[in-house]
């Protein structure tokens, strides 16, 4: 069943709006300033009596160079000692995390995302994973899911041997297309070689896992060179792939305002794009995860959707959601039980924070009941395409359809469009509405209509 996937184009062009990711129930959005420190110490006092295992993401924002469709929180330099004082202040943001916390909560999941990781030294990057080895509790029998993602232009066999040497098992690799028209329209040269070399060293090196990184809708991308460079990428067989809708978003961000907007491909054309890829990953055994997501049948997250044991969280589709997620690092953001918060995402404030002994939070959110309700509901849909009213039900105590009777209506449309089956007992998310699934979330999300919709990228 989760192989069914139809595309249906009239259905796409009438679905396809902006919306959220769902990384998160309520986005990142709701986040705001009355939220602050004292609540992410209130919570990690409350995880560390529960005893709740961990999940810790360590964000590095320092690039070499800039690729103009970026929207991550990032800083471009060429000075590479910007790094240290910069790795100062986030070994004193371990400190006074992890002092709040319990040795017997381990570390099942980690994380280094950015920017470019790898941006560090071969010293700097031991010195931080000692630190972090120090103060939590990491697994030592290479059990834990503990990934690095990793610019190809960046790194070589040594810099893979060291990672491997400090315990991580997965790896992400940012490819984005092949065609060399495209990269120097976006200011990124990347050779195949590059990549295969790396997978080549991680196949070696047994790491556990290889993604890769995919955008359509690029400058100067067709449906016929895309094509080609998903034929390259499939013969170098990663264990997950990562195929993103590229958000044309400058009035957002400024590195966008470097592309030629008359370059982009036309939106008939993103959609070939997309279709040709579903199925040639298809016709290779690959699997639609869901929201961009594609992997091999052993892989652990076809396998966990397959078991219904599925989540999602800020660092995308997960295994190790029941993990309490702690955020590391500039503009990083923690999920601590029901709070949810966020450091500040400029450099400078951050580091000023630590200095002061004080941690960087600078907007959060406490769940309520109602969020909790409706961020199960969403994450059951986005992560599994199904839901039983009763789980709900039992859960919270709820009467289903009493409650989200005011989401009836629209329920009913989807149903009567073909995205859904409803009935009195469950909602199904078809084939043809599977690549839609953020327009089904979407009826659940009791904030959307507060922003504008040029805030989100478009459903596909």
């Given at each position: 069943?989760l192989?069914?996937?139809r595309?249906d184009?009239d259905l796409?062009?009438?679905?396809d709006?902006s919306?959220?990711?769902?990384?998160?129930?309520?986005?990142a959005l709701q986040?705001?300033?009355?939220?602050?420190s004292?609540?992410?110490?209130?919570?990690l006092?409350?995880?560390?009596r529960?005893?709740?295992?961990?999940?810790l993401y360590?964000?590095m924002?320092f690039?070499?160079?800039?690729?103009?469709?970026?929207a991550?929180n990032?800083?471009?330099?060429?000075?590479r000692a910007?790094?240290?004082p910069?790795?100062?202040r986030?070994?004193?943001e371990i400190?006074?995390?992890a002092?709040?916390?319990d040795?017997?909560q381990?570390?099942?999941q980690l994380?280094?995302g950015?920017?470019?990781?790898t941006f560090?030294?071969?010293?700097e990057l031991?010195?931080l994973m000692?630190t972090?080895?120090?103060?939590?509790?990491?697994?030592?029998?290479?059990s834990?899911?503990?990934g690095?993602?990793i610019?190809?232009r960046?790194?070589d066999?040594?810099?893979?041997?060291?990672?491997?040497?400090?315990?991580?098992n997965?790896?992400?690799?940012g490819?984005q297309?092949?065609?060399?028209?495209?990269?120097?329209?976006v200011?990124?040269?990347?050779s195949?070689?590059q990549?295969?070399?790396?997978?080549?060293a991680?196949?070696?090196l047994?790491?556990?896992?290889v993604n890769?990184?995919?955008?359509?809708?690029?400058?100067k991308?067709?449906p016929?060179?895309?094509?080609?460079?998903v034929d390259?990428v499939?013969q170098?067989?990663?264990?997950r792939?990562?195929v993103?809708?590229?958000a044309h978003?400058?009035?957002?961000?400024m590195?966008?305002?470097?592309i030629?907007?008359?370059e982009?491909p036309?939106?008939?054309?993103?959609?070939?794009?997309?279709?040709n890829?579903?199925?040639?990953?298809?016709?290779?055994g690959?699997r639609?995860?869901?929201m961009?997501?594609f992997?091999l049948?052993?892989d652990?997250?076809?396998?966990a959707?397959e078991?219904?044991?599925l989540?999602?969280?800020f660092?995308?589709y997960t295994?190790?959601g029941?993990c309490?997620?702690i955020?590391?690092?500039?503009?990083?953001?923690s999920q601590?039980g029901?709070?949810?918060?966020q450091n500040s995402?400029?450099l400078?404030i951050?580091?000023q924070s630590?200095?002061?002994?004080q941690l960087?939070t600078?907007?959060g959110?406490v769940?309520?009941?109602?969020?909790?309700?409706?961020r199960?509901v969403?994450q059951q849909?986005?992560?599994?395409?199904?839901l039983?009213?009763?789980?709900i039900?039992?859960t919270f105590?709820?009467d289903?359809?009493?409650?989200?009777?005011a989401?009836?209506p629209a329920?009913q449309r989807l149903?009567r469009d073909?995205?859904?089956?409803?009935?009195?007992?469950?909602?199904?998310v078809q084939?043809?509405?599977r690549?839609?699934v953020?327009?089904?979330?979407?009826v659940?999300?009791?904030?959307l209509a507060?922003?504008?919709q040029?805030?989100f990228?478009?459903v596909i």
């Open positions: 069943m192989d069914d996937l595309w184009t796409i062009r009438r679905y709006l919306g959220p990711r769902y990384t998160s129930y309520p986005t986040l705001h300033s009355e939220v602050g004292f609540d992410l110490l209130h919570a006092r409350e995880s560390r529960a005893v709740r295992p961990l999940s360590v964000h924002p690039c070499a160079n800039i690729c103009y469709y970026c991550c990032k800083i471009i330099t060429k000075d910007r790094a240290q910069y790795l100062q986030l070994e004193q400190q006074l995390i002092c709040h916390l040795s017997r381990t570390v099942e994380h280094f950015g920017g470019t990781p560090l030294s071969h010293v031991r010195q000692a972090l080895r120090q103060h939590f509790t990491l697994l030592d029998d290479d834990g899911d503990y690095i993602e610019d190809p960046e790194a066999w040594s810099t893979m041997g060291l990672l491997r040497e400090l315990g991580f997965r790896v992400s690799l490819v297309d092949l065609d060399p028209a495209v990269q120097r329209a200011n990124r040269l990347q195949l070689e990549t295969r070399t790396l997978i080549e991680a196949r070696t047994q790491f556990r896992s890769l990184d995919l955008i359509y809708g690029l400058p991308q067709t016929e060179g895309f094509a080609r460079t390259e499939i170098l067989q990663p264990d792939l990562s993103f809708n590229y978003l400058p009035e957002r961000f590195p966008q305002r470097r030629d907007s008359n982009l036309a939106p008939a054309a993103k959609l070939e794009m997309l279709h890829t579903i199925e040639q990953l298809t016709a290779a690959y639609y995860i869901g961009d997501h992997a049948p052993d652990e997250l076809a396998i959707q078991e219904g044991t989540q999602r969280n660092q995308g295994t190790h029941h309490d997620l955020g590391l690092g500039v503009s990083a953001i601590i029901d709070l949810y918060s995402s400029d400078a951050y580091q630590l200095s002061s002994a960087a600078q907007r959110l769940c309520n009941r109602d969020d909790r309700i409706r199960a969403i849909l986005i992560c599994h395409f199904e039983d009213f009763e789980q039900e039992s105590g709820i289903f359809r009493g409650y989200f009777v989401e009836w329920l149903q073909g995205l859904i089956s409803l009935d009195a007992q469950r909602i199904e084939p043809a509405g690549l839609l953020r327009s089904v979330c979407m659940f999300d009791a904030y507060q922003h504008s040029q805030r990228s478009r």
